[in-house]
C-alpha cells in the first residue's frame, strides 16, 4: 500500500532530515514510527501528504508516485490520508458536530449523509453528548477523540495520527489507543507517531525506529525492541535524460532529483514548490522565461 523507496531530503548542504529512507507498508497494518525529536519523523510525515518532495528517491501510495502527482490532484490523494495533526487543528469557532460535518462538506457530500456521518464518528468516538460543546470546551483527550472523528470523514484508507497521545495523561492515552485499534480492525492502515513508550509496548505491533534521519530498527514487539535494517539495494541509476531541451543544465538537474519529467508536472509547480526546491531568483525568471516561450509555441 505505501512505499518509501530510498528517500533522501536534505534541506541544505549540511542538514539532512532523511537518509536512505526505505520501508514498506501492507494494507491494514497497523505499524508505529518512533524515534527522538529532530529524527526526521515530521520531515517524512510532509512527504507524505506531499507538502515536500524528495530530494532523492521517491514515494508510492497504492499505484500513486506522490512527488510526481499534479498539485490540482493533491485534495484527492489527501482525501484518502486521514491526518491527525499534532496541534489538533480542530476549528475554533464551530462546535464538536460542526467540525465534522464541515470536513464532509468541503468533500462534496449531501446533507443526509452529513448528517448520518456525523453521528456514526461521534459514536465511533463516544463523543455524542459532547456534540455541541466547542474545542475550548473540551479536554485535552476529548479533542482529541474529536480530531481522529474528523480525520475519518472522508472514509481514508490510511489514518496517520502524530503523538495523539502526547499531552494526554494515561487513562485518555488508552482510551485513543483503543479507538485507533477499533478503527483498524475495521480495515483501515493505521499508522502513530509516538515517543509513548506504554502504548507502544502495548500494542506488540510492528515497530519502525528513526534516528538521525536514518531507518535503524524495523521489528515487531515493544518500543525498546531492536532488530537492525540492512541497507535497500538501489537499481543502478540511468543517465538522466534530456526531457527539457534548451532549459538550464542546474534547472534541469533540479528536476531530476526532484523525479519531474515532464512539462504537466512544471506547469503544476507553485511558487511553494519552487522555494522547497532551492531555486534561485535567477532560476525562478529563467524557468517562467522558458515556460512562456512553451505556452506561446503551443498557440
Given at each position: 500500500m505505501l512505499l518509501f523507496d530510498n528517500v533522501t531530503k536534505k534541506y541544505n548542504d549540511k542538514i539532512t532530515a532523511l537518509e536512505d529512507v526505505h520501508f514498506t507498508v501492507d494494507k491494514g497494518e497497523f505499524f508505529f514510527l518512533i524515534g527522538p525529536s529532530g529524527a526526521g519523523k515530521t520531515t517524512l510525515l510532509r512527504l507524505l501528504i506531499k507538502e515536500e518532495v524528495p530530494t532523492s528517491g521517491s514515494i508510492f501510495f497504492d499505484k500513486i508516485e506522490v512527488p510526481k502527482l499534479p498539485n490540482k490532484l493533491l485534495p484527492n490523494y489527501r482525501?484518502?490520508?486521514?491526518i491527525v495533526f499534532q496541534d489538533i487543528k480542530l476549528l475554533p469557532t464551530k462546535t464538536l458536530e460542526e467540525n465534522i460535518a464541515f470536513a464532509l462538506d468541503i468533500i462534496g457530500k449531501e446533507d443526509k449523509e452529513i448528517k448520518?456521518?456525523?453521528e456514526y464518528l461521534l459514536e465511533t468516538v463516544g463523543l455524542q453528548d459532547r456534540r455541541n460543546l466547542f474545542p475550548e470546551q473540551l479536554?485535552?483527550?476529548?479533542q482529541q477523540r474529536g480530531a481522529i472523528a474528523r480525520a475519518l470523514a472522508s472514509n481514508p484508507e490510511m489514518l496517520v495520527a502524530?503523538?495523539?497521545t502526547g499531552n494526554l495523561d494515561p487513562d485518555n492515552a488508552f482510551q485513543i489507543l483503543d479507538i485507533l485499534k477499533k478503527i483498524n480492525?475495521?480495515?483501515?492502515t493505521v499508522m502513530v507517531i509516538s515517543h509513548d513508550r506504554d502504548i507502544v509496548n502495548q500494542m506488540k505491533t510492528r515497530v519502525i525506529k528513526i534516528v538521525e534521519g536514518k531507518i535503524v530498527s524495523d521489528t515487531k514487539g515493544d518500543y525498546d525492541s531492536f532488530k537492525a535494517v540492512k541497507k535497500h539495494k538501489q537499481e543502478k541509476k540511468e543517465e538522466p535524460k534530456e526531457v527539457?531541451?534548451?532549459l538550464d543544465k542546474d534547472i534541469q538537474?533540479?528536476?531530476e532529483k526532484a523525479k519531474i519529467d515532464n512539462m504537466d508536472m512544471v506547469l503544476n509547480l507553485t511558487g511553494a514548490d519552487l522555494e522547497n526546491l532551492k531555486f534561485s531568483k535567477k532560476q525562478k525568471e529563467s524557468l517562467e522565461k522558458y515556460v512562456s516561450n512553451y505556452l506561446n509555441n503551443k498557440k
Amino acid at each position: 500500500m505505501l512505499l518509501f523507496d530510498n528517500v533522501t531530503k536534505k534541506y541544505n548542504d549540511k542538514i539532512t532530515a532523511l537518509e536512505d529512507v526505505h520501508f514498506t507498508v501492507d494494507k491494514g497494518e497497523f505499524f508505529f514510527l518512533i524515534g527522538p525529536s529532530g529524527a526526521g519523523k515530521t520531515t517524512l510525515l510532509r512527504l507524505l501528504i506531499k507538502e515536500e518532495v524528495p530530494t532523492s528517491g521517491s514515494i508510492f501510495f497504492d499505484k500513486i508516485e506522490v512527488p510526481k502527482l499534479p498539485n490540482k490532484l493533491l485534495p484527492n490523494y489527501r482525501q484518502r490520508l486521514g491526518i491527525v495533526f499534532q496541534d489538533i487543528k480542530l476549528l475554533p469557532t464551530k462546535t464538536l458536530e460542526e467540525n465534522i460535518a464541515f470536513a464532509l462538506d468541503i468533500i462534496g457530500k449531501e446533507d443526509k449523509e452529513i448528517k448520518e456521518t456525523t453521528e456514526y464518528l461521534l459514536e465511533t468516538v463516544g463523543l455524542q453528548d459532547r456534540r455541541n460543546l466547542f474545542p475550548e470546551q473540551l479536554s485535552g483527550g476529548e479533542q482529541q477523540r474529536g480530531a481522529i472523528a474528523r480525520a475519518l470523514a472522508s472514509n481514508p484508507e490510511m489514518l496517520v495520527a502524530d503523538e495523539p497521545t502526547g499531552n494526554l495523561d494515561p487513562d485518555n492515552a488508552f482510551q485513543i489507543l483503543d479507538i485507533l485499534k477499533k478503527i483498524n480492525n475495521s480495515g483501515t492502515t493505521v499508522m502513530v507517531i509516538s515517543h509513548d513508550r506504554d502504548i507502544v509496548n502495548q500494542m506488540k505491533t510492528r515497530v519502525i525506529k528513526i534516528v538521525e534521519g536514518k531507518i535503524v530498527s524495523d521489528t515487531k514487539g515493544d518500543y525498546d525492541s531492536f532488530k537492525a535494517v540492512k541497507k535497500h539495494k538501489q537499481e543502478k541509476k540511468e543517465e538522466p535524460k534530456e526531457v527539457f531541451g534548451g532549459l538550464d543544465k542546474d534547472i534541469q538537474e533540479i528536476f531530476e532529483k526532484a523525479k519531474i519529467d515532464n512539462m504537466d508536472m512544471v506547469l503544476n509547480l507553485t511558487g511553494a514548490d519552487l522555494e522547497n526546491l532551492k531555486f534561485s531568483k535567477k532560476q525562478k525568471e529563467s524557468l517562467e522565461k522558458y515556460v512562456s516561450n512553451y505556452l506561446n509555441n503551443k498557440k
